[in-house]
């Protein structure tokens, strides 16, 4: 059983940056692909950024070049930094973690959630 606890999330103005957070139970950790999803009001969840347990990395359309995700094996900590905030991108962001996961854009890939932190970005 894997435990995830996200954490940075906040209120920020557009063209700001913010930096998430999950730290995961365990002591397997880096054989776990990873994934950031988010969730706007009224709208499906979405497939944010990918880290396999390879170290391979795919990112959304919509945050290619803004979004970075990487991970910290020796913390038990997957990260996603967000630069040049959008509007657009406010949302509740999960991070989820699946047994030797790829790259994987879909949520069926993820066996573990978080319960997910508030981003907000004001115009």
């Known amino acids: 059983q894997v435990q995830l606890v996200e954490s940075g999330g906040g209120l920020v103005q557009a063209v700001g940056s913010l930096r998430l957070s999950c730290v995961a139970s365990g002591h397997t950790f880096s054989s776990y692909g990873l994934g950031w999803f988010r969730q706007a009001p009224g709208k499906e969840r979405e497939f944010v950024a990918a880290l396999s347990w390879s170290g391979g990395k795919t990112y959304a359309d919509s945050v290619k070049g803004r979004f970075t995700i990487s991970r910290d094996n020796a913390k038990n900590t997957v990260y996603l930094q967000m630069n040049s905030l959008k509007p657009e991108d406010t949302a509740v962001y999960s991070c989820?973690?699946?047994?030797?996961?790829?790259?994987?854009?879909?949520?069926?890939?993820?066996?573990?959630w978080g319960q997910g932190t508030q981003v907000t970005v004001s115009s």
């Open positions: 989820a973690a699946g047994w030797r996961a790829g790259t994987d854009r879909s949520s069926k890939a993820y066996d573990y």
